[in-house]
């Protein structure tokens, strides 16, 4: 009985630490994506926001389900090397999440009252010390209270993506045998061959 709560405990203890990582993960990710993408949708370059106009419409119009199939089965086969399960769902969750979180982002630095810009430009200030010292510090206040549920959400859809990823390797993995099978010749199950013979008047 010790020893039968020894091994469950321990692949418990796995569950969580991969859990933890794939968190951590996701939560860094979604933020370096999410000001990147906020603040490239400001920017006065239009070569750039329209960069980050597009990516965010593509992950917020399309599902996490979607994303993580394709980043899992179809980018290795671009790339050329599969990629680790946990390293795909961090992907995907940055992804998804910080596309979600350039929109938070660019309202909270629009938010930001004119007279502040207008003062960093009195003070000589160039425009990456306007955004910086001036708007950023501001902006991240406003941030803040979108940001803690979006953080949350991600706790939670990082659990089903697991199950979700292994009904889909399930499935393919079927689906390839499946296939090999029918490649080779191989001969049905018995269960089949007794429908078979069941339809055929054969029993």
């Known amino acids: 009985m010790s020893e039968n709560f020894g091994v469950i405990f321990s692949s418990i203890l796995d569950g969580l630490t991969t859990t933890i990582w794939a968190t951590l993960g996701g939560i860094a990710l979604t933020i370096v994506l999410a000001f990147a993408a906020g603040l490239g949708m400001l920017s006065r370059w239009l070569a750039v926001r329209w960069l980050a106009r597009i990516y965010v419409e593509v992950f917020r119009g399309t ?16 790339v050329g ?14 992804l998804n999440h910080g596309a979600y979180g ?17 003062g960093a430009i009195a003070c000589n200030f160039s425009p990456a010390q306007r955004m910086f010292r001036v708007i950023l510090p501001q902006a991240v206040v406003e941030m803040m209270p979108p940001f803690g549920p979006d953080i949350m959400v991600i706790y939670g859809v990082e659990l089903a993506f697991y199950l979700v990823l292994a009904i889909l390797i399930t499935i ?13 010749g191989r001969m049905p199950p018995p269960r089949t ?11």
Do not use: D
């Open 102 to 118: 350039g929109e938070i982002v660019r309202g909270a630095v629009q938010s930001v009252p004119k007279a502040q810009h207008e």
């Open 63 to 78: 599902s996490e389900v979607v994303q993580l199939f394709w980043i899992f089965f179809v980018l290795p086969l671009l």
């Open 81 to 94: 090397f599969r990629l680790v399960p946990l390293f795909a769902g961090i992907l995907v969750l940055g």
């Open 193 to 203: 061959k007794f429908l078979a013979k069941t339809q055929g008047g054969g029993v």
């Open 172 to 184: 393919v993995m079927r689906a390839l045998e499946s296939a090999g099978a029918k490649r080779i």
